[in-house]
């Protein structure tokens, strides 16, 4: 299967699990949004052009917001991890095994620590941002903490639990011209 058609096949299904099953799921607490959604930005490759993956963010977050009739907020939030996505990258690993290592991140190609430090950085900064637009003020910054780490926290037991469910085959990449 081409990396296209796989990751319009992820697309699809990540909006369809959020908007079907995540977002109508009754309020756990006050505090507790499960967000999977996001993991789709996250798994993308890593030789997309920042330029087209703050682009497919955006797109991604539009779509969203589409479905949840919330007016840009989850377009803004996957613009700015994808913004912020190759720079972590280019932080985490050396850009020589990036070009020729595999081909999208996984714990396969990045290695435990590091790709957990990836997945928990940018979920951290995509639900700040995210809880913030919502809220827009702060008038009680405990409870905007609390939301912030409790959604976080509930979002990467999500991403876990997809990551030992659906077990992705990280590809060598053998050829990099």
């Not at 803004?76 to 290592?101: D, H, N, Q, V």
């Not at 639900?127 to 979002?155: C, Q």
């Not at 990467?156 to 992705?168: A, P, Y």
């Amino acid at each position: 299967m081409s990396d296209l058609l796989k990751n319009i096949i992820r697309f699809a299904l990540f909006i369809a699990i959020q908007v079907f099953i995540l977002n109508r799921i009754p309020p756990l607490h006050r505090f507790i949004t499960p967000y999977l959604y996001f993991l789709f930005l996250l798994w993308l490759p890593f030789k997309t052009p920042r330029p087209g993956l703050t682009l497919i963010g955006f797109l991604f977050g539009l779509m969203l917001d589409f479905f949840t009739k919330t007016p840009g907020l989850h377009a803004a939030s996957c613009t700015l991890i994808a913004y912020f996505r190759p720079f972590l990258i280019s932080l985490m690993m050396p850009k020589e095994k990036i070009e020729i290592s595999y081909a999208e991140p996984s714990v396969t190609s990045m290695g435990l620590m590091q790709y957990t430090i990836y997945v928990l950085v940018l979920t951290f900064l995509h639900h700040s941002f995210l809880v913030f637009l919502e809220w827009m003020e702060f008038g009680n910054f405990w409870y905007f903490l609390g939301k912030v780490f409790s959604t976080t926290g509930i979002s990467l037991l999500l991403i876990t639990i997809t990551e030992l469910l659906f077990n992705r085959k990280a590809r060598y990449r053998t050829n990099v011209a």
